[in-house]
């Protein structure tokens, strides 16, 4: 037992500098390993178009994701719900319709929400989104 007192006064910083670092480590770790919250998107069609793709975005750029839809189409008057997982609070929805034009909506990620697309809604078919 007085090796062991001795060796911890000796090297007593040490030990405990060794387990606030074991401690962040572990804590890093562990948030690291948590997952964004999901939230439902429910794309409403109610335009005369269908639409081919589904890209999601950070709402401040335009880095998109692969196709959401999976090789499904949104017919004319039908819906998607579209299921979520982002790590920001909104995220930026790009549709591409049959004509290979854009639609963008940028929705709250946190929560479950729907953006209703029109024949009225604003299309890019030449620019970048």
């Known amino acids: 037992m007085?090796?062991?007192?001795?060796?911890l006064?000796?090297?007593g910083v040490r030990f405990m500098m060794l387990a606030a670092v074991v401690l962040a480590i572990g804590a890093t770790a562990l948030s690291s390993h948590?997952?964004?919250?999901?939230?439902?998107?429910n794309i409403v069609n109610d335009s005369g178009f269908e639409i081919r793709a589904i890209y999601l975005s950070p709402a401040d750029s335009d880095d998109w994701s692969g196709d959401q839809l999976g090789g499904a189409v949104i017919a004319p008057g039908s819906?998607?719900?579209l299921s979520i997982s982002w790590n920001q609070p909104t995220v930026k929805l790009v549709a591409e319709d049959k004509d290979g034009c854009f639609?963008?909506?940028t929705v709250d990620a946190t929560s479950n929400s729907e953006w209703?697309?029109?024949n009225q809604s604003s299309r890019n078919c030449g620019g970048s989104y």
């Open 103 to 105: 639609l963008s909506s």
């Open 116 to 118: 209703t697309i029109t």
């Open 9 to 11: 006064k000796a090297n």
């Open 79 to 81: 819906s998607y719900t």
């Open 2 to 7: 007085k090796i062991f007192t001795s060796i």
């Open 34 to 41: 948590a997952s964004a919250p999901t939230a439902a998107v």
